[in-house]
């Protein structure tokens, strides 16, 4: 079983940046995407950015040119670098893994707020 675990949210101007980090723990044979998803109250779950098993890299339009996803193998961290913050872009962020076409795995979400 996989698990895991979403940490670097926080409070930033916008024009500002962070990093988001998920830590995975567990048997991750045939896990072939990670990926980062956002929410806000009352919407659905926003598909933001995601990477597959051979690094290749997809973004929303809404965050492509701002936003980075990468992958440490030897650590098992995925990261989503986050810049030229928006206040549109505060939501609860969430890290994903999917062993199929869909995440099948989620962690506990980092709320990331960004001021005008």
């Known amino acids: 079983?996989?698990?895991?675990?979403?940490s670097g949210g926080g409070l930033v101007q916008a024009g500002g940046s962070l990093r988001l980090s998920c830590a995975a723990s567990g048997r991750m044979f045939s896990i072939n995407a990670w990926s980062w998803?956002?929410?806000t109250p009352g919407k659905q779950r926003e598909w933001v950015a995601d990477i597959t098993s051979i690094g290749r890299?997809?973004?929303?339009d809404s965050v492509k040119g701002?936003?980075?996803?990468?992958r440490d193998n030897a650590k098992n961290v995925v990261y989503l670098q986050m810049d030229s913050l928006k206040p549109e872009d505060t939501a609860a962020?969430?890290?994903a893994a999917a062993r199929g076409t869909t995440p099948s795995i989620?962690?506990?979400?980092t709320q990331v707020t960004v001021s005008s």
């Not at 701002?66 to 990468?70: A, E, G, H, N």
């Not at 989620?106 to 979400?109: D, I, R």
Request: aromatic share 24%; net charge positive.
């Open 37 to 39: 998803y956002r929410q």
């Open 66 to 70: 701002r936003f980075t996803i990468s």
């Open 106 to 109: 989620w962690g506990q979400g």
């Open 1 to 6: 079983q996989v698990q895991l675990v979403e």
């Open 93 to 95: 962020y969430y890290c």
């Open 57 to 60: 890299t997809n973004y929303a």
